[in-house]
Structure formats: C-alpha cells, structure tokens
C-alpha cells in the first residue's frame, strides 16, 4: 500500500511562512491535494492538484510537489490558519490520505 | 449552491448493522463520483468507500471490504452506506465527499454523521 508521511505538527509565527510536508515514495508522479480542517468541522479543499486554488482560497496559500515531497506553503500566516492539514492522493483504486499535521500560529 | 447532508449516524453494539444517507443538492449529481470518508475521534481522515455516476465502479478500503456496501440512487440524488458487523474501531464521523473526475480532488464535503459502536 502507498503511504503518506506528514509532520505531526508545525508552528509558524504570526505573519510568517509555515510549509508543510507530505512525504511519499515518487509522489511527484501523482497529483496531490491539500485540505484544511478546523476544529468540529469538516475538511476544505485548499488546493487541488498540486497547485490549483479553488475559487475562495488565498493565493497565500500554495502548493508544489517534486520527486518525494509535496508542500504546502502558507504565506503570511494568520490566526485563522490554525487548523489540521491533509494531504490525499489515488493510488490505483485507493484513495490515501496522510496522517495529517496540526498547524499552530504563535 | 452545493450541500451534502449525512444522516443516520447512532449509537451501537458490536455485530450491529447501520445505514447512513448522504442526500445531495446543488449540482448535477450523475456528473461526480462520491465516496465515504471517516475520521475516529481525535485521529485522521480515512477513506471507506468510492462510486462512479452510474454505479458502474466500486472501490472499498480493505478495512471495510466485505462488510460495507455503497450504493447510490440517481433518481432521488442520494448516496448510502450499509454497514453490517460493525466493529468498535468503525466509531467515527462519516462524511461523503464529491469528486468531478477519478483521481482528481474531493471539492465539496458533508458536515458528517457520527456513528459509535460499544461492545
């Protein structure tokens, strides 16, 4: 099976850039998406093939994805970044999600 | 606008039977594929279950296969999961989630239904 690997958590300060990982064996070869998920609520698609915005979505928030890694950049983080983050890709007919990493802004 | 509304979520015993509802609106319901994803209490996302438009494809995680069942009725743009022998571990908030196209992302999600199995 595909495995993804996320960090546990980041800390970023306030008005800083937070990057978050998503590690996976070529998982350049892929096309990765990125949800956010606050607290009670459900997730929300960030971004959408490695690097497209959904319509609502700042351009503070990027994505790119090489070789192992796929990143998600949060530019000028704010308070209301705080929130769980997921990577997902489709690995033949399984969809995987990565364990998810807690964004903290101090 | 998109909604997706889950229901049926409970509280059951271990070898129990559920179904949930995920009732859609907003969109053209034979455009997307939909699947079940579920997230226990404190932990990640996982994903249960996948359906074409049409009904044509099914994929289960392993963790499920042989016990769940999706299905979907067009007429009435409605989803279902039947969940038969539910096991402690299966307690978690399911949401349905739609994708336009197979690989591509998850655009719209429910608000969840919570579904707790005790032994």
Aim: with cysteine.
């Amino acid at each position: 099976s595909y495995d993804l690997t996320q960090p546990l958590s980041v800390s970023v300060a306030l008005g800083q850039t937070a990057r978050i990982t998503c590690g996976g064996n070529n998982i350049g070869n892929k096309n990765v998406h990125w949800y956010q998920q606050k607290a009670g609520l459900a997730p929300v698609l960030v971004i959408y093939m490695d690097k497209g915005r959904p319509s609502g979505i700042p351009d503070r928030i990027s994505g790119s994805n090489s070789g192992n890694t796929a990143t998600l950049t949060i530019s000028r983080a704010q308070a209301g970044d705080e929130a769980d983050y997921y990577c997902q890709v489709w690995d033949s007919s399984t969809v995987v999600f990565g364990g998810g990493t807690k964004l903290t802004v101090l | 606008q998109v909604q997706l509304v889950e229901s049926g979520g409970d509280s059951v015993k271990t070898g129990g039977s559920l179904r949930l509802s995920c009732a859609a609106s907003g969109f053209t319901f034979t455009d997307y594929n939909i699947c079940w994803i579920r997230q226990a209490p404190g932990r990640g996302l996982e994903w249960v279950s996948y359906i074409s438009p049409y009904g044509s494809i099914i994929y289960y995680a392993d963790s499920v296969k042989g016990r769940f069942t999706i299905s979907r009725d067009n007429a009435k743009n409605s989803l279902s999961l039947q969940m038969n022998s539910l096991r402690v571990e299966d307690t978690a908030v399911y949401y349905c989630a739609i994708e336009k196209t197979s690989g591509s992302s998850f655009d719209y999600w429910g608000q969840g239904t919570l579904v707790t199995v005790t032994s």
